[in-house]
């Protein structure tokens, strides 16, 4: 059984980091970039106590301005008020950690302790709007190591740092 509170009453496209949630949960299907028709008995419970049923189960990854960041599991459930994030799941599968502040929040590498994200608080709630894929064709820019790391899916250092000396970057 999953679980989860919501007190809102309008679907938000925001994503909310919740340490109460037991699964990823999205309203919509069309947050997943796979996913797959659920048909099993397993339902959210919500404080009410009324049950809400998952219709598919998939994986979506966010981007920020510094990395993705990816959440497999996900359950679609379209009659929840919220997208959450496990913050559980959240840590485990990107290898972070949050840190929770009066005003704000930050997602922290756990190895190196450097801040991915940092986002305001939303009233009441730790809520992070992903930054919108914008595509772009035959543009010029420095990017930095950093970019080129993730955008070539993390290669070691040394092999990045061939493929910018070979000229392929």
């Known amino acids: 059984m999953a679980n989860f509170a919501s007190a809102a009453h309008s ?8 340490t109460g949630a037991s699964h990823h949960i999205t309203t919509n299907l069309n947050n997943m970039h796979l996913h ?3 048909d099993g008995p397993e339902e959210v419970m919500i404080g009410d106590g009324t049950g809400l049923k998952f219709s598919h189960v998939g994986s979506t990854s966010l981007p920020t301005p510094n990395t993705t960041l990816k959440h497999n599991n996900v359950v679609c459930v379209p009659n929840a008020k919220h997208n959450l994030i496990s913050v559980k799941k959240f840590c485990k599968s990107n290898d972070t950690y949050l840190e929770f502040c009066p005003s704000f929040f930050c997602v922290k590498d756990q190895v190196t302790g450097a801040a991915l994200m940092r986002s305001p608080s939303n009233g009441d709630l730790y809520t992070f709007c992903p930054t919108p894929y914008q595509p772009s064709a035959l543009t010029s820019t420095c990017s930095s190591s950093p970019l080129w790391h993730a955008r070539f899916g993390h290669p070691s250092n040394r092999v990045l740092a061939q493929m910018m000396s070979s000229g392929q970057i």
């Open 36 to 38: 797959s028709e659920y």
């Open 11 to 18: 679907v938000s496209p925001n994503w909310v980091f919740d």
